[in-house]
């Protein structure tokens, strides 16, 4: 694997410095942590005079071998349509780290904020993958086990077949890489269906089933549920973007209501409440598992580098861990491995 | 309501006495449970003799005026496909459940088990409603507010945009007569979506949106998101079946491993596990609004007659509440209103 061009010893990532509700303060403050425990090079992307008031704020010293301010006088907001702002505003942060990727000066882009920004800017800037469709976004959820990536979590809200077998092969790639299983076996591949037996679900899901059952280079255990969104049953869970998105956020709504539950019946009597205290920390650990800022943010795969897309309340631990996958993605040759399992399978279909 | 063939001021209910994990004993409780509470007439199917010794031992006192057992000796395990079974097995307890409806001598069959073995005895021995392309699966769900039907929550893995209008129309009605709105406004209606805006979502949605946006008979309120299932924001959310399960099961998922979770952190301080200990009855009474005992069942919506499916682990708490269910169903007048609705609906589409 040493067909991928970057620099030989150092991983460079564009991250905008400008993106998501805690900016620039808490950007700056994640690329400095990740500066710190990681051999990186950061292009911090933004209005140069705000990010260089971050940084002296903080520790200056790092900046100076590691980091580089890339000015974007520009921001685009949450409530402007990505597609529009990104061709208005070119000199937005967001169009600005794109373009670092793009340009071969970056092999990952993170960012927080505007998933559809992000996703815009990246489609347009740096470029899909040969022969990928449309890419698609993946979801990192938290189980008893290891974590599972759920694809697409709602890039494409209609998919055929072969979409979902191209998120297969690239969410296989990306799980191998950043969390090989232990026993040598490639990343477990579940179709989210609604029954595990095979022929259940609907047009889609029974060609789709069809399709990865019959590429023996995945490991395909057949159909997941929703519950196997964090039963750890498999390593990938490969859905249209439609019923991804819908899934992940009715356990959004699901965790919400049931916190909002406790917290009723527990100040309903003397005996909760004394209980509730002395129980506070463990229950808020509990609630941290599934904290989005652990894992760092979506993945948009399908893209011709990396592209992390933290949450728009991301802190700088959010970033931090955005960092930390983005570099272990391009460690793990993400990009040159999706390019080879797309491409072989290409070929062997035309075969 | 006088062309029901029953006693003009009682309200008969077929119940299946050897259907789920707990029949005949906890079924049997149930319906004893809900003749002290409520005025019915009971049609117990299943073996006489096998649901005698379960009344001998309970309170036969009831039995006399309230109860009728009807013989069925045949039961369809959980296992069988429901199709093959529900045609090789016509003395089957769930199919004798469904003709008591079917021949009008019940207005409403419950049962817990197999749903694929009720869903099919209710299709073929009961019938849909006039103009009602595939019946759906209606679900309570618990939010802070008044519950929220789910629908379809299964039954059609592929849906069009005429199945998704039936769905509202007949959830409007359920709704209305099992949860009338306070300030006397419709129930509201939203569609499952991946976005709240009008435009959101995949080909379906959008085709469904413009059919609900235009029948000035819903108090359609726009899109809902997963995370709507447990907000609260509508009365009704409509979705197609695969969605509508994945979602469903997805927040199933996040609650039990949410609640492993929280046993894991509680027990690994010693903090931890006094708080655990004194805060035990409120997480339970936190967990148990989810209950789905709670309501009863799912709901079968577009047969000619009503159909509660209970849980297979259903225990008497269940079947009472799905009796109950039953029963306010019936005297919501919910089959005629459907009725009207559709039709009323088909021929303003006609003209």
């Not at 403050?29 to 005079?49: S, W």
């Not at 439609?242 to 009715?250: H, P």
């Not at 040159?336 to 279909?349: P, W």
Request: with cysteine; hydrophobic share 45%; glycine share 10%.
């Amino acid at each position: 694997m040493s067909d991928v061009e970057t620099a030989p010893s150092q991983i460079t990532i564009s991250v905008d410095g400008m993106g998501g509700d805690y900016a620039p303060g808490e950007v700056v403050q994640g690329v400095l942590d990740a500066l710190k425990t990681f051999d990186l090079h950061v292009l911090l992307v933004g209005q140069p005079e705000v990010l260089k008031a971050e940084l002296t704020r903080r520790d200056v010293a790092w900046q100076q071998r590691q980091l580089t301010i890339v000015p974007a006088q520009n921001v685009i907001d949450m409530g402007e349509s990505p597609l529009t702002a990104i061709r208005k505003k070119k000199d937005a942060s967001i169009v600005v780290v794109a373009d670092m990727v793009g340009q071969k000066k970056a092999q990952a882009m993170v960012a927080a904020g505007s998933t559809g920004a992000a996703m815009a800017s990246a489609l347009f800037r740096i470029g899909r993958l040969p022969g990928v469709d449309r890419p698609a976004i993946g979801v990192a959820l938290c189980t008893p086990q290891r974590p599972t990536l759920l694809l697409d979590a709602g890039a494409n809200a209609d998919c055929t077949p072969d979409m979902l077998h191209q998120f297969a092969q690239m969410g296989s790639v990306f799980m191998q890489a950043l969390y090989p299983p232990e026993n040598h076996q490639k990343p477990r591949i579940a179709l989210l269906n609604i029954g595990e037996e095979p022929g259940k679900g609907n047009v889609l899901a029974n060609e789709a089933f069809d399709r990865l059952r019959q590429d023996s280079s995945l490991n395909f255990i057949g159909n997941g549920e929703g519950r196997d969104l964090f039963s750890g049953k498999a390593d990938v869970l490969v859905c249209d973007g439609f019923s991804g998105n819908i899934a992940l956020k009715a356990a959004e709504g699901l965790g919400k209501v049931l916190g909002h539950f406790i917290k009723e019946e527990l100040s309903s009597t003397l005996q909760g409440k004394i209980g509730g205290l002395l129980a506070k920390s463990a229950l808020t650990r509990a609630k941290n598992r599934f904290d989005p800022e652990e894992f760092g943010g979506a993945l948009l795969l399908g893209i011709d580098g990396i592209c992390v897309i933290s949450h728009g309340s991301s802190h700088a631990r959010g970033i931090f861990n955005a960092i930390r996958v983005a570099k272990e993605a391009v460690e793990g040759q993400v990009i040159a491995r999706m390019t080879k399992a797309l491409v072989q399978d290409e070929a062997s279909g035309d075969a």
